[in-house]
């Protein structure tokens, strides 16, 4: 399963971003979809996600300004960023996992990321 990320770039401290991630490939169901970021020397971090049912988890920093959202039609999560903070500047990643066709009897699992997309927060 491939996952392509969009939307990342370049805003003000206070600005908006819409990051998007369209999962495809023989999927069978998603199970949990989501956003993490990494910003240089830093591990990666659970930014939000999003279940099938629509539970939804967000990170402490991000409560209130992040909206995480999907349309499960169209294997596609969505990441609305509002006042954006310098803190906020990472490169962000999508992860989805679920089950997926193989041609075998049993649908396999799958944890696949994305190839990540940058995001700027200038002061």
């Known amino acids: 399963v491939q996952l392509a990320e969009s939307g990342g770039g370049v805003v003000q401290t206070g600005g908006s971003l819409r990051l998007s991630c369209a999962a495809s490939?023989?999927?069978?169901?998603?199970?949990?979809m989501g956003w993490y970021r990494q910003a240089p020397g830093k591990q990666r971090d659970l930014v939000a996600s999003i279940t099938s049912g629509g539970s939804t988890n967000y990170a402490e920093p991000v409560k209130g300004r992040f909206i995480i959202s999907r349309d499960n039609a169209k294997n596609t999560v969505y990441l609305q960023m509002n006042s954006l903070k310098p803190d906020d500047a990472a490169v962000y990643y999508c992860?989805?996992?679920?089950?997926?066709?193989?041609?075998?009897?049993?649908?396999?699992?799958?944890?696949?990321w994305g190839q990540g997309t940058q995001v700027t927060v200038s002061s």
């Open positions: 992860n989805a996992y679920g089950r997926q066709w193989t041609g075998a009897v049993f649908p396999a699992t799958f944890d696949s």
């Open positions: 490939g023989s999927i069978l169901s998603i199970d949990a």
